[in-house]
């Protein structure tokens, strides 16, 4: 279970990411939006790629758990 800290740093708003939609039938659109995600702030967010719920938030739990780690953790060096 998440504590408290890392549930408000699990938070995220997307609404200002672009959103890569893999149901839309216009797959030329989708790669541009992708490109020019890349391209200009290194993030997006996809939806409709039918990845069960349970996997999101286990593999959102360890992106934080691994940020968490501090620059000065020895365990992250060499």
């Not at 939609?21 to 039918?50: M, T, W």
């Amino acid at each position: 279970m998440m504590t408290k800290d890392l549930e408000k740093a699990a938070t995220i708003n997307v609404s200002a990411l672009t959103c890569i939609d893999l149901a839309s039938p216009d797959l030329h659109r989708s790669a541009v939006l992708l490109k020019q995600a890349c391209l200009e702030c290194g993030f997006f967010y996809v939806i409709n790629h039918g990845l069960c719920e349970e996997l999101k938030d286990n593999a959102f739990e360890q992106e934080i758990l691994c940020s968490s780690f501090g620059i000065e953790d020895e365990s992250l060096e060499e």
